[in-house]
Structure formats: C-alpha cells, structure tokens
C-alpha cells in the first residue's frame, strides 16, 4: 500500500512539497474557453460520471458518463458521452467532468425556508448553557437593532453559504425585501422574496406596504412573495386583504404554522378553530400557500393539506432544537399529503449550518421509529418535490427544457466513495448519509456562480470579514456583549 504515502517523511519535507502541490493545483482545472469573447451563452458539461437526477415518471435515476448541452440558461439536451459530439463551434464554454474520475452533477438543491438576514446573528444562540426561550428573547433584542447594511450583509453571508452546499433556489421568509433583492442579485441565488405583510420584527409591515412591491413585481431580480408570521397575529380583515394579494398578483403566500402546540392554541383562541381549518374557512388553503413546520396539525387537518395541495416545509432540525415537537410525517404519507412536503434550513439560529444533505439525514433519523423516508424522497425533497410546492415550473431535475441550476460534486471524496460500482444508485444513500459537504462547482440559470471551490462574483474572505464587523458593531449598537 506505498502507493497512498506521499514522500514526505516529515512537516519540513511537506512544506517542500506545499508549493509542488499548489503548482499542481492550479492545472486542476475542468474549464476551457472556447469562445475569445468571454461570452458564455452554451455550455458542454462533458463526460459527468454520474448525473443524479428524477426522471418525468419521478423515478430517482443514476446516469453514468453522461453529457449536458445547455444554452442560454437552460439545459437542452442530455446524453451519453459516447453516442454523440457537439462541434466545437457550437461550445462557447466546455466544462470536463471526466477526468480524474470525474464529478457527480446534481439539480441544485430548494430550501424552501429560511430567514437570510439572521445570518449575522450566528454567535447569539450557540445552545451551549442557559434555556432556548432566553436565547430566543436575547437574539430579538439583536435582531430588532439591525440596520440596512447589517440585513444586506447577513442575507449574502446565508446564500454564498447555501451555494457551497448546493443550494441554488432559497425561500427568503423576512420582514424586509429590497436587501434581499441586492443581496440576490449580487450572489446570483435564485430568490424567491417573501417579505411580511404582517410581522412581529418589523411591526410597521402591512399589507399595503406588500402591494407596492407586488405592484413592480416584474421589475425585480428576486420573486416577490407574501409572508406572515403567524396566523394568530393577523386580524380577519389583514387575512383577507391578503387573500386578494395573492389571487391578484398570483405570488406564493408563506407562513409559519402549527410549529407548537401553544401557537395552535392562540389561533384557536382568535378564531375558534386549529390552524388548517382557518386556512379553509378564509380561502387561503390552495398551492399557492407554503407552511413552514406544520408539526402540530391533526388528521383532519392533514386531509385538508392533501385535499387543497398546501404546500410544507420541514424543517426537522430546528424542530428538535427548539423541542417544537415531532412532525407527523408516517400521516402525511396516509392521507397522502407526503408529496407536497419540501425541506428548508431555518436561519443559523435554528440549524447552524445552511445545508439540505445534512437536513435529508435529520429527516431520516427523526422519523425512523415510526417510517423509513427513503433516499430517493429525500434526493426528491431537495429537487424536484421542493421545486413543485414552490410552483418554481421547470427546476430541479437535469432535463431538457430544465432551468440550468446544477451542483457539481467531485466523485473521488469521502462522501461518496466507497460505494457499489454495479449499483451506482448507492451514491445517493452514501451522499445523504455523509451529511452536508461542498460543492466543487456552481452552476445557476446557465452561470456558473463557483468554479474550482471558489465563488466568482463574492470574495468570501472579504465578506467575513465585513460579517465579523457588522455584527460586532451590531452588539455594540445593544450596548453588551
Ligand atoms: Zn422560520
């Protein structure tokens, strides 16, 4: 087994060989220009080991040595690598995903929920000492101190983040939208911008403030959508003000639901029946609609979810630490409500780190005493299952006439090798068992965002460093530490 030693006998003999191997590093690249002009309309993808992807009957489906020919955006052709050229006039740009054993290509990845800004607030809720709700009261004495730059900076901190773990579409919940817009035009993420109509940080929303967004919908990078907190904290006149919104500007409407018993409890209280049932009773149950835990929801209401196609979002970590309680996920899959369920991070409040593989495995994990949730769900969760309940049309599968948002991931790492050569379908179980790891590359709309680890367009040293200030001027701003 000499062959896996590197010659280097001692630390002097490696750092010799550092600048060898920086050298050799640098000639790893899988990009060739083809076109002087810089201009990138049609990309080759050529030869990728395997494309991991969900086929039209949504079969998960493993494809060895396969090409993808994308142009202007979108994928318009897949094909085995041996069966068929693409002239070189026709590449502005060939991207070799064969040597060296070659790279895994992927859908990018759907987080359905989070809250960008919040990114900034990492350190306030590290859940080593102390009780969760102190933690929460402490980090919205923070939050309620940020400004426009600090919302800026906190949301390109949480997407430049989601891409390195593959995530190329983001449901931003947030009470703020224009930071939002710029951090994802500045990042490249494909961004649907919820803000809050009706919000408990940022109490001067409503829904008028909504429709002037709405209004100019067209003219944004980002997708503008309707959030609120809780439905217990808007009255029925708000709720159906809101209504007309989406009916009339056709965006999604997302909220946090049922996420505890207590919550459940105060809608009751102001209109006298659980959660679901006031979605029916106001015309808000439809698939325009997007609930993010829905842990506290009964039977009927879990008919109701299937009947009118709610869409879910799952958010198991963020469960478990802020004991939330256990979603029904063995129900949904009886009353089959289990396809309208997607998976979201949270903010770094609730899951510290903002990744979907990690999240696939927590999914698993939390429901395995009473349901297995195969891989191949979890792989649709993430793909073309989040991309239906965010009615985002043609995302989340490697297909022709798909939007071209694809993860690169090297095949020669720990993650997915060792694995079953003869059943290459293995990878998909090792990828979500390893949890979360980084992408080498980054492809979204057409545009390659990461190339060779490194994000294109954001300097992420740069950026922690304007992170680290920000949120150090932020605590200032409170007055402790
Ligand atoms: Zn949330």
Request: net charge positive; proline share 3%.
């Amino acid at each position: 087994m000499e062959n896996i030693l590197t010659q280097n006998k001692n630390l002097a003999d490696a750092l010799k060989d550092e600048a060898s191997y920086l050298l050799e590093r640098q000639k790893h690249t899988r990009y060739t220009m083809l076109r002087k002009s810089g201009q990138v309309g049609r990309v080759l993808i050529s030869g990728a080991a395997f494309i991991i992807t969900v086929d039209q009957n949504d079969k998960l489906k493993v494809l060895a040595n396969h090409s993808v020919y994308i142009v202007n955006g979108v994928i318009k052709e897949v094909f085995p690598a041996k069966q068929k050229l693409i002239p070189e006039s026709k590449i502005d740009l060939l991207y070799d995903a064969a040597k060296r054993s070659g790279v895994v290509i992927t859908p990018g990845f759907i987080n359905a929920h989070t809250h960008p800004p919040m990114y900034l607030l990492r350190s306030s809720m590290t859940l080593d000492k102390g009780n969760v709700v102190d933690q929460v009261a402490k980090m919205a004495l923070l939050e309620a101190k940020m400004d426009e730059l600090d919302f800026f900076l906190g949301a390109v901190g949480d997407f430049t983040e989601e891409q390195k773990n593959g995530i190329t579409t983001t449901l931003s919940h947030y009470g703020v939208f224009d930071p939002i817009e710029r951090a994802a035009k500045m990042t490249r993420q494909n961004v649907i911008n919820a803000i809050s109509a009706i919000s408990n940080s940022h109490p001067k929303n409503s829904p008028a403030l909504v429709e002037k967004i709405l209004q100019h919908k067209k003219q944004y990078f980002s997708q503008p959508a309707i959030a609120i907190h809780y439905i217990h904290k808007a009255s029925p006149e708000q709720l159906q003000e809101i209504r007309r919104l989406t009916k009339k500007y056709k965006v999604l409407l997302t909220m946090h639901a049922a996420e505890t018993e207590s919550w459940v409890q105060d809608c009751i209280e102001r209109y006298g029946k659980r959660t679901i049932e006031v979605l029916v009773d106001l015309g808000l149950a439809n698939s325009n609609t997007v609930l993010s835990h829905a842990v506290h929801v009964s039977d009927a209401e879990i008919k109701l979810i299937a009947k009118h196609k709610i869409g879910i979002v799952h958010l198991p970590t963020s469960n478990k630490i802020h004991r939330s309680g256990e979603f029904k996920y063995p129900l949904f899959v009886k009353y089959k409500a289990d396809k309208l369920i997607s998976l979201g991070t949270d903010s770094v409040i609730s899951k510290n780190t903002l990744d979907l593989l990690s999240e696939a495995l927590q999914t698993r994990i939390m429901h395995q005493h009473s349901h297995r949730v195969l891989y191949e769900d979890l792989f649709k969760m993430m793909t073309s299952q989040g991309a239906s309940v965010l009615k985002l049309g043609k995302v989340g599968r490697i297909a022709p006439g798909y939007r071209a948002d694809i993860a690169f991931w090297k095949l020669r790492d720990r993650g997915f090798m060792p694995y079953n050569e003869a059943k290459p379908i293995s990878l998909v179980g090792n990828m979500i068992t390893h949890g979360g790891r980084n992408i080498r590359d980054l492809m979204i709309k057409g545009e390659f965002v990461i190339s060779n680890r490194l994000h294109n367009r954001v300097n992420e040293s740069k950026l922690m460093t304007e992170l680290q200030s920000a949120h150090m001027r932020l605590r200032k701003r409170l007055g402790n530490d």
